[in-house]
């Protein structure tokens, strides 16, 4: 299995980016998807949630500004990023608690994070 994020870049405050997450491998099932941030100096902080079950989620500092998809049949996540703000700056990274056709049981998956800057 493998997660990759793309679609970070530089961006104005008050501007858009839109993140893509390709997920690929045997995925037999997906329990959740989700795009997590680490700003320079900070921990890793979950930003938005997607689940099969109870929908999505995102935290209090992205509310109402981001928003995450999937497209199930070409495998993408996406996260919308939208009224940018200099705090948005960090690495995004694209997470999810998948079962492969192979194992059938579930795992937590990490791709590799792609940049997003934002300048006032």
């Known amino acids: 299995v493998q997660l990759q994020a793309s679609g970070g870049g530089s961006a104005r405050a008050g501007g858009s980016l839109r993140l893509s997450c390709a997920v690929s491998?045997?995925?037999?099932?997906?329990?959740?998807m989700a795009w997590y941030r680490q700003a320079p100096g900070k921990e890793r902080e979950l930003v938005a949630k997607?689940?099969?079950?109870?929908?999505?989620s995102y935290s209090d500092s992205v509310t109402g500004r981001f928003q995450i998809s999937k497209d199930i049949t070409k495998k993408m996540v996406y996260l919308q990023m939208d009224s940018l703000k200099p705090e948005d700056t960090g690495v995004y990274y694209c997470?999810?608690?998948?079962?492969?056709?192979?194992?059938?049981?579930?795992?937590?998956?990490w791709g590799r994070g792609t940049l997003v800057t934002v300048s006032s």
């Open positions: 491998g045997d995925i037999f099932a997906t329990n959740y």
């Open positions: 997470n999810g608690k998948l079962m492969t056709d192979s194992t059938r049981t579930w795992s937590i998956h």
């Open positions: 997607l689940t099969s079950q109870t929908g999505t």
